[in-house]
């Protein structure tokens, strides 16, 4: 069964800092890895959607990375910025299209101004 | 702008009433929902799988028969919280892929407080 798994939990930094959050899977077969921010309340805004096929995805000051063999992926934010504070999760689509996500519980990122 | 609409955004309802929340695919046709949940600083978990046409597959632990689920158009998807408690109060949210796209599409998510 796929279990996803993310450190730190939670993340306080300054602004300005780059920043790396972690993600981690058990099951290396997966179909696609995406990442989501989700502000307090509020529903999942898709930040970036990474392919089996794909190493890396970049959008703006985000960077998302998948290793699948090593079964993890990671999501660096450059000079962060305190509209950057919210939950970051991951989640997983098993090897088959249209499936559902596996996700992780989050990390809860701060930025100071 | 939105590919699936969820509503309502947040509800408040006594014990042991019953809440309809709706998920519509706006500009496609989804065959498959899904309904996640959740609780306070947790994660979301899948509690069931909605599918045009036939039964809803429910995750282990999710009880069918409290969380009744109806896709009775390639476009709509409900889940109705039958006889809530105030431990059914949580963040639900629905999700649809788009013609077996790879990126996983959101509803807005439904806020239930049961009181």
């Known amino acids: 069964k796929q279990e996803v798994t993310q450190i730190p939990a939670a993340l306080s930094v300054p602004e300005g800092e780059n920043l790396v959050l972690n993600c981690s899977f058990t099951?290396?077969?997966?179909?696609?890895l995406q990442w989501f921010r989700q502000d307090p309340g509020k529903g999942l805004t898709s930040l970036l959607l990474?392919?089996?096929?794909?190493r890396e995805q970049t959008s703006g000051r985000l960077n998302a990375s998948l290793d699948k063999s090593s079964g993890r992926s990671t999501l660096y934010i450059a000079a962060s910025q305190p509209g950057d504070s919210a939950t970051y999760l991951c989640?997983?689509?098993?090897?088959?299209?249209?499936?559902?996500?596996?996700f992780g519980k989050g990390t809860t990122l701060s930025v100071s101004s | 702008g939105a590919v699936v609409s969820q509503h309502p955004s947040w509800v408040i309802c006594k014990s042991g009433t019953s809440v309809k929340i709706e998920c519509r695919s706006l500009?496609?046709?989804?065959?498959?929902m899904f309904w996640y949940r959740q609780f306070p600083k947790q994660s979301l978990m899948l509690m069931a799988t909605s599918n045009e046409g036939s039964k809803a597959t429910y995750e282990q632990g999710v009880e069918k028969d409290k969380f009744l689920i109806n896709h009775a158009s390639l476009t709509l998807s409900t889940l109705t919280v039958t006889s809530a408690h105030p431990e059914d109060s949580s963040f639900y949210i629905c999700?649809?892929?788009?013609?077996?796209?790879?990126?996983?599409?959101f509803g807005q998510g439904t806020r239930l407080t049961v009181v």
């Open positions: 999700s649809a892929p788009r013609d077996r796209a790879t990126e996983a599409f």
């Open positions: 099951d290396s077969a997966i179909y696609n």
């Open positions: 989640a997983a689509m098993a090897n088959q299209a249209g499936t559902a996500l596996i």
């Open positions: 990474i392919q089996s096929s794909q």
């Open positions: 500009d496609f046709q989804a065959t498959t």
